[in-house]
């Protein structure tokens, strides 16, 4: 068996995309195409009375604007009652639910005539009572569960523990609105012949596309066919089929022609989701020695009117740290929004800031060192229920990264360090994300040259899996990486999970050595070499064995800042973190992943907010100009380490634990406890600006 996995290969699809042969989405070559445009939008809430389409449907080349007044109306559910799947609007009714919802669609020969006749469409709208303040609603505040388990969560006697403490903290923290903003932004063409439907979508789940599709338009799934080779960036946004997707298949179906519309970068706020806004109350309380007596944590987040959408921040507090007395509370509160979504590690980043900051705080006011009390609380079983963890690196992580970054040489006390007129400072927290496994399936095919050809039904998020899984199934059979290809988005192709909740690496890289260990075997039943393709397919699924454990990655992340005492601005000067994330396919794409979590961390801690026109009820960041996202000059030295060979059987059969997301988490609290070590000033609410620390 040859040794491929883990070896840091460079991406198998890289060269394709700098020199422009990937094609994305919005680029499939299909004849006849019309372009569309969307219309949005520009009140919060109200009912349509009215739309104007005359002077864009008079411009040459414009084809038609669809509107709820003469679009078709869809055969089938577009948004059936057991959900599954976001809500969404595809232009048919009248009702406005929130600023930046698609309203119409201008359809023409060009992309350029097509924008402009969008330009034009008048929509008139009587307007409703609305609030986008998350303060008005939250009298209204519900329970709701997430991830199977229930909103409230309780063990021992926490209010009992809070009476009795020798040190108490407790404290508000917030999160804001943030967006995803992926370079490429959603794309959808479709391509309708009788009642088959072929759709080029730049989404991270295919198959859930195709599902929603096949609903709204009342046709077998087999009819629909969803092709994704390249997505330009997803983070969680292309997780869902959203509007836009049903629109360009309702105008390709009513106009007889294929339409493929692509959201402009204002639209890609608001319609597509985002992270939500939290507020976090956490009560802590510890002995002198640092011993953790009681934790409540309590995470109330904003959704839209119209779905359900919870950002499940307070369920880290139920896994990190070890406490007799634990209270955990996940409350919702819906506003005239459009809904949120997953957004890289949703949940464990934000709740991750106030959890690890409050850590923070209360190992600085008991003198203890943030490792220390950390270390103090070690959770050797999941807090939650006591199952044991299929594997827990966490200690070596805070080895590793503490003596890569100098954690020794740390000054407890702020404001005593200082370069060249910036004060400095450093802080550190923990990282962990679930280590996720679902059904998955691939087929794998000997050619008789030797060549082998391996497909499964994934989308490459970015994340390398082109690259991987081909590693995966070189090692798996024996045969030099050189000789794999591996294919993947294509719905016509076994069946795979989304790619979100860093799950893909785990499910698809179980499936694909389970077909490549049935390919083997039929290889190894014929009396030589074949003289035709021989064919394998194989599937897995989690055993009933998995669900007697706690199943985590672990990290820990270390941060300095450089702060300007006179401007307040903060920098990053350097990060280091320390990764267990089970067994590594690729140490190059790895460390990628890894690299981007914590840079993106840096955007969490000092940049990203969706800010509301609280009047209009409209978000006003809306393009990458006043939406601010880490730059060059903002990242300067990013360091992730990682355990090359974390082993665990349990995990799931590839031994693999995804990785795309708990490189955020913790970062963002790192970050803020670094400026608190250099300021003596606690930020409690995202993003830390200079208004914030002067």
């Given at each position: 068996m040859s040794n491929e996995v883990g070896k840091p290969y460079p991406r198998a699809d890289g060269r394709a995309k700098v020199t422009g042969q990937a094609r994305y989405s919005y680029e499939w070559p299909v004849a006849g195409v019309a372009y569309g445009v969307l219309v949005t939008s520009g009140v919060a809430r109200g009912r349509i009375t009215a739309i104007d389409a005359g002077a864009a449907e008079r411009e040459p080349g414009v084809i038609a604007v669809l509107s709820p007044s003469n679009a078709m109306k869809l055969p089938g559910d577009a948004n059936p009652a057991d959900g599954g799947d976001r809500v969404v609007q595809a232009l048919q009714d009248d009702r406005v639910l929130y600023s930046?919802?698609?309203?119409?669609?201008?359809?023409?020969?060009?992309?350029?005539?097509?924008?402009?006749?969008?330009?034009?469409?008048?929509?008139?709208?009587?307007?409703?009572?609305?609030?986008?303040?998350?303060?008005?609603?939250?009298h209204a505040a519900f329970p709701y569960d997430a991830r199977g388990q229930p909103a409230d969560h309780l063990r021992g006697d926490v209010e009992a523990a809070l009476r009795r403490a020798e040190h108490k903290l407790e404290a508000?923290?917030?999160t804001p609105p943030e967006i995803h903003s992926p370079l490429e932004p959603h794309a959808t063409v479709a391509v309708w012949n009788g009642d088959r439907l072929t759709v080029y979508d730049a989404t991270q789940g295919i198959f859930g596309v195709r599902k929603k599709l096949a609903r709204a338009f009342a046709v077998p799934p087999a009819n629909v066919r969803v092709i994704t080779k390249f997505v330009g960036g997803g983070f969680g946004c292309k997780g869902s089929a959203w509007s836009h997707?049903?629109?360009?298949?309702?105008?390709?179906?009513q106009l007889g022609r294929p339409v493929k519309i692509a959201l402009t970068r204002p639209q890609m706020f608001g319609m597509v989701g985002g992270r939500p806004l939290?507020?976090?109350?956490?009560?802590?309380?510890?002995?002198?020695e640092g011993k953790l007596t009681a934790l409540r944590h309590q995470s109330t987040s904003t959704t839209s009117r119209f779905d359900d959408f919870l950002e499940p921040a307070a369920l880290v507090s139920r896994h990190q740290y070890k406490c007799d007395n634990l209270e955990t509370k996940l409350r919702l509160v819906r506003l005239d929004i459009g809904t949120p979504t997953y957004m890289r590690a949703p949940g464990e980043s934000s709740g991750s800031f106030a959890l690890e900051s409050a850590i923070d705080e209360l190992a600085h006011d008991l003198g203890i060192d943030p490792i220390d009390f950390r270390l103090n609380n070690y959770a050797e079983v999941d807090p939650a229920d006591g199952k044991p963890f299929s594997s827990k690196s966490l200690r070596r992580c805070y080895e590793l990264g503490a003596e890569r970054f100098g954690w020794q040489k740390r000054t407890r006390r702020p404001e005593?360090?200082?370069?060249?007129?910036?004060l400095v400072g450093t802080g550190m927290a923990t990282a962990s994300y679930p280590a996720?496994?679902?059904r998955a399936s691939a087929l794998a095919r000997m050619n008789p040259d030797g060549t082998v050809l391996v497909q499964s039904g994934a989308v490459d998020i970015g994340t390398g899996?082109?690259?991987?899984?081909?590693?995966?199934?070189?090692?798996?059979?024996?045969?030099?990486?050189?000789?794999?290809?591996?294919?993947?988005?294509d719905t016509e192709m076994p069946e795979a999970p989304r790619s979100g909740g860093s799950i893909t690496a785990a499910s698809v890289a179980s499936a694909v050595e389970a077909a490549c260990r049935a390919l083997r075997e039929k290889l190894s039943a014929l009396r030589g070499p074949p003289d035709a393709p021989v064919e394998a397919r194989g599937e897995a699924a989690p055993s009933e064995e998995r669900k007697k454990y706690a199943l985590r990655s672990f990290g820990a992340q270390f941060a300095e800042v450089e702060v300007d005492p006179d401007l307040g601005m903060v920098r990053v000067t350097r990060m280091v973190g320390a990764f267990a994330g089970g067994r590594i396919l690729n140490a190059r794409l790895a460390r990628s992943q890894f690299m981007g979590g914590m840079v993106w961390g840096i955007g969490m801690a000092l940049h990203e907010h969706a800010v509301y026109d609280e009047k209009l009820g409209r978000i006003m960041t809306r393009d990458l100009a006043d939406y601010h996202v880490p730059a060059h000059k903002d990242v300067v030295a990013i360091d992730p380490i990682f355990i090359a060979v974390e082993r665990d059987e349990i995990v799931d059969p590839a031994g693999v634990k995804g990785i795309g997301e708990i490189g955020i988490t913790g970062a963002a609290a790192a970050i803020a406890n670094a400026v608190f070590n250099a300021t003596g000033k606690r930020v409690r609410s995202l993003p830390i600006t200079p208004d914030k620390l002067l």
């Open positions: 930046n919802q698609p309203v119409a669609v201008a359809i023409a020969d060009t992309f350029e005539r097509a924008l402009h006749a969008a330009a034009l469409v008048r929509v008139h709208v009587e307007p409703a009572p609305f609030t986008v303040r998350i303060e008005d609603e939250l508000e923290y917030e997707v049903l629109i360009a298949a309702l105008a390709a179906k939290t507020r976090q109350k956490i009560s802590a309380a510890a002995t002198s005593l360090v200082a370069r060249a007129g910036k996720n496994f679902t899996t082109y690259t991987v899984m081909a590693q995966v199934a070189a090692e798996t059979l024996g045969v030099p990486y050189e000789s794999v290809k591996f294919d993947l988005g």
